[in-house]
Every structure is written in structure tokens, then in C-alpha cells.
């Protein structure tokens, strides 16, 4: 049990949860690559290894500190070749849920996730594999990650279509620290790294 069940972390399945097999599970990198290409979750466990400790910010009012454990997106990134007109990326989970992100903003701190603490990302928190991106809202790090797309515009999402910022930038304000349980300000326009 990783640390996010253990604090009761809300979970969000706009989707429901998507049944997903692990030994048959394949992320997919299509666009605007020179080749496309496809990754069991072997394959992605077997890149280099990296744990953040970050912070996941809900646009919904929570806000988690856990240690994440997966493959940073720089050294995703670099088992492919971009075509010069990929300006942005479109995540989509295994039940279709998307959003999508310039290329710019996928900073040094963005990775993808399949274990937290040493524990297996529990399905309902988007496992085996999701995307953290810290310094957006949490509706911009996909769960149950699937297939990832280059694109040479920016796409809208699931949460966008319905009114959410498509940037996802964090904005000021308050929010529950879901490891203390208190209520904290945050100073928007970027990671949360006041508590």
C-alpha cells in the first residue's frame, strides 16, 4: 500500500477505472516522431530510475507530497526523435481520457510514474503507469497512461472541454495539505514547494 492510500488521498476517475493488464500493457509514442513507437511496462522499468519528491496540486482543493518513482520524461523522450514541428503532446489514458501539454512545459521535474515510496502506484491513483507533471493542476497528469502523441497543435482534454484552463497553470490560493491534513495558501504560478 503506497503512501497515497495510506493518507487517504481523494481519488478522481472521471472515466471510472479502466481494467487494465499489466502483462499486456503498452505505451504508445506516435505523432510527429521520425518512428513510432511502443513500450511494455518491462521496457519502461528498465530505464533509468529516478524518485522525485513532489507534489501532486488538485484544482479541486488537495494537494500531496509523496516520493514518486518512475522514468523522468527527458529520459523518455530521449528513446525517440521529434520531427522539428512537434510543438506540443497529448496524453491519453486506457479509457480515452486526455489532455495535452506544450513540449515546453515538460520541464526536468515531469516523469511518469508506476511506483511511490517503493510501492506499486495503486490503480485507483492511475497505475501501473500515469504522468506527474508538479507545476500543473493535477487534471494535467494522466492516469492509466497509454499513448502519448506529438502534435504540432495544442489539443483540448477531457477537463478542458468542460471549462478547465487549458494551460493548467496553478493558481494562488488555498489548499488542503492532504499529509498534515491542514489547510495551506499556495502562491500559484508554478510547483507547489511551500510545504
Known amino acids: 500500500m503506497s503512501v497515497l492510500s495510506r493518507l487517504d488521498t ?11 493488464n499489466e502483462d499486456r500493457f503498452r505505451l504508445n509514442l506516435r505523432g510527429l516522431v521520425e518512428a513510432e513507437a511502443v513500450f ?46 512537434a510543438r506540443h503532446v497529448t496524453f491519453t489514458s486506457a479509457g480515452s481520457y486526455s489532455t495535452s501539454i506544450p513540449l515546453i512545459q515538460l520541464n526536468d521535474r515531469v516523469m511518469l510514474v508506476y511506483a511511490v ?48 484552463s487549458r494551460s493548467g497553470f496553478i493558481e494562488s490560493g488555498m489548499t488542503l495539505d492532504i499529509n498534515t491534513r491542514t489547510k495551506r495558501p499556495i502562491k ?6 511551500e510545504f
Not at 481523494?10 to 487494465?20: C, D, L, N, S, T
Not at 524518485?51 to 528513446?79: C, E, F, H, I
Not at 491513483?125 to 494522466?142: F, I, Q
Not at 500559484?188 to 514547494?193: D, K, L, Q, R
Request: proline share 6%.
Open 117 to 164: 515510496g517503493g510501492e506499486p502506484l495503486e490503480r485507483e491513483y492511475g497505475g501501473p503507469l500515469r504522468l506527474l507533471v508538479p507545476h500543473l493542476w493535477g487534471y494535467k497528469s494522466c492516469k492509466w497512461l497509454s499513448d502519448i502523441q506529438f502534435t504540432d497543435d495544442g489539443r483540448g482534454g477531457f477537463w478542458e472541454d468542460r471549462g478547465y
Open 40 to 85: 511494455t511496462l518491462t521496457e519502461i522499468k528498465a530505464m533509468p530510475f529516478t524518485r522525485l519528491n513532489a507534489r501532486l496540486t488538485s484544482v479541486s482543493g488537495w494537494s500531496v507530497r509523496a516520493d514518486w518513482d518512475g522514468v523522468l520524461w527527458r529520459d523518455l523522450a530521449a528513446q525517440i526523435r521529434l520531427m522539428p514541428s
Open 10 to 20: 481523494p481519488v478522481f476517475k472521471a472515466e471510472g477505472i479502466p481494467k487494465i
Open 188 to 193: 500559484g504560478g508554478g510547483e507547489v514547494t
